[in-house]
Nanobody, 124 residues
Framework: QVQLLESGGGLVQAGGSLRLSCAASGRTFSSYGMGWFRRAPGKDREFVAAIAGSTYYRASVKGRFTISRDNAKNTVYLQMNSLNPEDTAVYYC????????????????????WGQGTQVTVSS
């Protein structure tokens, strides 16, 4: 069983930045493929970014968001810059114990464990 706990969400003005953190349990964190997803009000959950041996982003966040991990701290991060109101959503981190393939990690069904989510609100 892997537990994931997100933090770092909040209210920020357009153009601002936030850094989300996701702390994971488990002794083999370095072997997990990790991802961030988000769900905006009235919309489906969508992929944001993933990291395993490399990184992968959805097009609309590439160049603004950076996913990283600290295996010594069992933590994955999502640095979000140049935020705009369209980024408003609940952000979820997820762990995959089955794959490191980026194209697969872009799909929610690749993940075995999910966090509870953290709200990000960007005001205009």
């Amino acid at each position: 069983q892997v537990q994931l706990l997100e933090s770092g969400g909040g209210l920020v003005q357009a153009g601002g930045s936030l850094r989300l953190s996701c702390a994971a349990s488990g002794r083999t964190f370095s072997s997990y493929g990790m991802g961030w997803f988000r769900r905006a009000p009235g919309k489906d959950r969508e992929f944001v970014a993933a990291i395993a041996g490399s990184t992968y982003y959805r097009a609309s966040v590439k160049g603004r968001f950076t996913i990283s991990r600290d295996n010594a701290k069992n933590t994955v991060y999502l640095q979000m810059n140049s935020l705009n109101p369209e980024d408003t959503a609940v952000y979820y981190c997820a762990a995959s114990l089955r794959t490191h393939l980026m194209v697969v990690l872009a799909r929610p069904e690749a993940y075995d464990y999910w966090g509870q989510g953290t709200q990000v609100t960007v005001s205009s």
